[in-house]
């Protein structure tokens, strides 16, 4: 086995992730492994492509939601140097949107092990990619017991990466609280967060926000200057997040529509949400996106 790695230091100090001892700003999108035709098996054309195609609209940063990605991917984000977050494949665990956990407890001791399994396996398969900064435990899942004991299994497994854990969104939904992580992790944050920004003393990144439109099928098919607006917003947001220190970044949902067909021609998948499609076009967001990442800019006076 072949493997190239590279050496690098990753650390919280304060409220600051340090990158070789630089503080860093994270311009990111989430990723899902899909392709119109291939569905989830990806090829080393279409890896590459991704990469890429986010390089170039100035994104320094993938969250894999919600599983490892391909080997082959973290490959390319190594080799053109951007910034991952590796996410088990572990959703919802007791969010009040899976309907299992009406009738299962998700603090059980019981489901410990498969939550350790998910994640040791996650870093032990992926611990020698420089890509990855971050190791992402869960998405939007309750807080609890069982997270406590798989965090120190993680920080045991690789003590060299911080860790974070997608529970918290602004409102009632999801905010479980997990305080003892390095990383802070909002979903779907408002202008008002700022002001409660302002007074955190550790990093906080904003594991997805400013969605793309996609549900507003008919408005965006009479107006096409929804989507400019979406730029417009985004770049407002995307300002105030660059001028909070304590705010790590971000990652958009998201980075690519979710939608493929099986070999029956029916789609399946789950949103079109993406700054590219399927097809790996750029959208009119793509554009926007690309100019408020941009590290540099043009004042307008």
Same mark, same amino acid.
């Given at each position: 086995?072949?493997q190239?790695?590279?050496? %690098?230091k990753?650390?919280? #100090? =304060?409220?600051?992730?340090? =990158?070789?001892?630089?503080?860093i700003?994270?311009?990111?999108?989430?990723?899902?492994?899909?392709?119109?035709l291939? @569905?989830?098996?990806?090829?080393?054309?279409?890896?590459?492509?991704?990469?890429?195609?986010? $390089?170039?609209?100035?994104?320094?940063?993938?969250r894999?939601?919600?599983?490892?990605?391909? !080997?082959?991917?973290?490959?390319?984000?190594?080799?053109? =140097?951007?910034?991952? !977050?590796c996410?088990?494949?572990?959703?919802?665990? @007791?969010?009040?949107g899976?309907?299992?956990?009406?009738?299962?407890?998700?603090?059980?001791?019981?489901?410990?092990?498969?939550?350790? $399994? #998910?994640?040791?396996?996650?870093?032990e398969?992926?611990w020698?990619?420089p890509?990855?900064?971050?190791?992402?435990?869960?998405?939007?899942?309750?807080?609890?017991?069982?997270?406590?004991?798989?965090?120190? +299994? #993680?920080?045991?497994?690789?003590?060299?990466?911080?860790?974070?854990?997608?529970?918290?969104?602004?409102?009632?939904y999801?905010?479980?609280?997990?305080?003892?992580?390095?990383i802070?992790? &909002?979903?779907?944050?408002?202008?008002?967060?700022?002001?409660?920004?302002?007074?955190?003393?550790?990093p906080?990144?904003? =594991?997805?926000?400013?969605?793309?439109?996609? &549900?507003?099928?008919?408005?965006? +098919?009479?107006?096409?200057?929804?989507?400019?607006? &979406? @730029?417009r917003?985004?770049? %407002?947001?995307?300002?105030?997040?660059e001028?909070?220190p +304590?705010?790590?970044?971000?990652?958009i949902?998201?980075?690519?529509?979710?939608i493929?067909?099986?070999?029956?021609?029916?789609?399946?998948? &789950?949103?079109?949400?993406?700054?590219?499609?399927?097809?790996r076009?750029?959208?009119?967001?793509?554009?926007?996106?690309?100019?408020?990442?941009?590290?540099?800019?043009? #004042?307008?006076?």
């Amino acid at each position: 086995v072949r493997q190239k790695f590279c050496l %690098r230091k990753i650390e919280v #100090a =304060g409220k600051h992730v340090l =990158g070789n001892g630089f503080p860093i700003k994270v311009r990111g999108v989430n990723r899902h492994e899909t392709h119109p035709l291939l @569905g989830r098996s990806l090829n080393a054309q279409l890896w590459r492509r991704d990469a890429e195609l986010f $390089r170039n609209a100035n994104v320094n940063y993938i969250r894999t939601s919600h599983y490892p990605p391909a !080997e082959e991917f973290l490959d390319e984000c190594d080799a053109i =140097g951007l910034f991952v !977050e590796c996410e088990a494949p572990l959703v919802w665990i @007791g969010h009040g949107g899976n309907s299992r956990w009406q009738a299962n407890d998700p603090h059980s001791k019981s489901i410990y092990p498969a939550l350790k $399994r #998910a994640i040791s396996e996650m870093i032990e398969f992926n611990w020698n990619h420089p890509s990855i900064i971050i190791w992402s435990m869960a998405n939007e899942s309750a807080w609890g017991p069982n997270w406590v004991e798989a965090k120190k +299994a #993680a920080d045991k497994l690789d003590p060299t990466r911080p860790k974070t854990f997608h529970d918290q969104a602004v409102g009632s939904y999801n905010n479980f609280g997990s305080q003892s992580m390095p990383i802070a992790n &909002y979903h779907y944050p408002n202008d008002q967060m700022f002001d409660e920004v302002m007074r955190f003393t550790r990093p906080l990144l904003f =594991g997805e926000f400013c969605h793309i439109n996609c &549900y507003n099928r008919q408005e965006l +098919a009479a107006d096409p200057g929804v989507r400019d607006e &979406y @730029g417009r917003g985004f770049n %407002r947001f995307w300002e105030k997040i660059e001028a909070t220190p +304590a705010c790590l970044g971000g990652a958009i949902w998201a980075g690519i529509n979710d939608i493929f067909f099986l070999p029956s021609a029916k789609a399946v998948g &789950y949103g079109e949400w993406g700054i590219i499609d399927g097809w790996r076009r750029e959208k009119p967001e793509y554009r926007h996106v690309k100019k408020s990442y941009s590290p540099e800019k043009l #004042a307008d006076e």
